[in-house]
């Protein structure tokens, strides 16, 4: 591809779809590359309650779709690449695809990350409907329902502790009897009553007839399984999976510095590169939700349409 755009943004989750809003009626030439399909990991979200405006009934599939529609009102392109490589260096800044190589004279990166999952069966089936990654977006729908979250970490605590004031009873399934999280943060966790801890087990199965409600889960130490059965008036439980996350950055070694994998930014989302800017869960921060991405994405957007009018004198 010959042209050349003044911003293309990698990632069509909501820091890149804000971000092709914001450049977009900047009257930018805005270029979206995705890998697969809008929306990031907002689209596995069955409701949203915690987007400013957001109606009842608002999905994550919806507001994605309103995302969308709004940035290609302005004028931002979409294509549909993997992308496998980057020269963020010079002007034009080159992103190479599997299909074409794009060129900008800004790149906004925007790809996001993947919280690590357990990997069994029903894990997939059931996100959204009864397994979360997110217990700031969905604790609020387990209210007096009895919920387990996967993992030992300083995440996999310290969401179990928030859980609490939602769920009628919190276990944390932790695959050894001992924690990874600080001992500061054990140490709140062991005096919340309704806190329990499932210690050398790990999740086998999940299931249940259309919403979560049975789990198979298997003793490390004797290798033992045992079926774990949503109360019968519940009909259904929550499993909140922290045991760890990956940000896409993989493209992105040796050529940015990162921090754990994450990208790092200032406040402008400006990276170490010129015109290259960072938006979203991609980057260094300390929350990561629909709200805070799409701030970064019209952050990142103004500030690259600056760097093009310094650049262009
Ligand atoms: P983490 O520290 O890497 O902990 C991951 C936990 O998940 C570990 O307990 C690990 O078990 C378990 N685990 C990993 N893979 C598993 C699998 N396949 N099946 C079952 N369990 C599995 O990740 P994190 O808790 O997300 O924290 C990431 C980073 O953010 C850490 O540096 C953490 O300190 C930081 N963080 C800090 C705070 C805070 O300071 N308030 C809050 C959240 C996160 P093992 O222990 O057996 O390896």
Known sequence: MDKIYDVIIVGAGPAGLAAGLYAGRSRLSTLIV???????QIVQTAEIDNYPGSIEGETGPSLVERFSAQAQKFGAEKIIDTVTDMELEGNPKKIIGQKETYLGKTVILAGGAMPTKIGCPGEDEFTGKGVSYCATCDAAFFEGFEVYVVGGGDAAVEEAMHLTKFARKVTVIHRRDELRAVKAIQEKAFKIENLEFMWNSVVKELSGDGLLSRMVVEDTKSGE???????????IFGVFVFIGYKPNTGVLEGKLPLENGYVKTDDDMKTTIPGVFAAGDIRVKSLRQVVTAAADGAIAATQAGKYIENLEG
Do not use: N, P, T, V
């Not at 890998?35 to 990031?40: A, F, L, N, Q, S």
């Open 34 to 40: 995705e890998k697969e399909k809008d929306g990031g």
């Open 225 to 235: 399984q045992r079926e774990i059965l949503a109360d019968e008036e519940d009909g």
